[in-house]
């Protein structure tokens, strides 16, 4: 029996001569197949402003799991 563990994480990347290269290591087996979601760091920054000055005083480690939540309980 495969023991499933969850992965849903947001990693920033760069890109570069037709590359996204990932900012930081991720644990994944070599071959496996992700989904990959665009936003712009710009974009990202913009969202996080608007939902702190929802939230009150959330930090951003709260709001990007809550915009984390939001993201995937669409599919």
């Given at each position: 029996?495969?023991?499933?563990?969850?992965?849903?994480?947001?990693?920033?990347?760069?890109y570069k001569d037709g590359v996204?290269?990932?900012?930081?290591?991720?644990e994944l087996k070599e071959g496996?197949?992700?989904?990959?979601?665009?936003?712009?760091?710009?974009?990202?920054?913009?969202?996080?402003?608007?939902?702190?000055?929802?939230?009150?005083?959330?930090?951003?480690?709260?709001?990007?799991?809550?915009?984390?939540?939001?993201?995937?309980?669409?599919?």
């Amino acid at each position: 029996m495969e023991v499933y563990e969850e992965l849903s994480k947001v990693v920033r990347a760069v890109y570069k001569d037709g590359v996204l290269k990932l900012l930081e290591p991720v644990e994944l087996k070599e071959g496996e197949e992700v989904f990959v979601r665009l936003e712009r760091y710009e974009d990202r920054v913009k969202r996080l402003r608007k939902y702190r000055g929802i939230l009150g005083k959330a930090s951003r480690e709260e709001i990007e799991e809550l915009l984390l939540e939001a993201e995937f309980e669409r599919l």
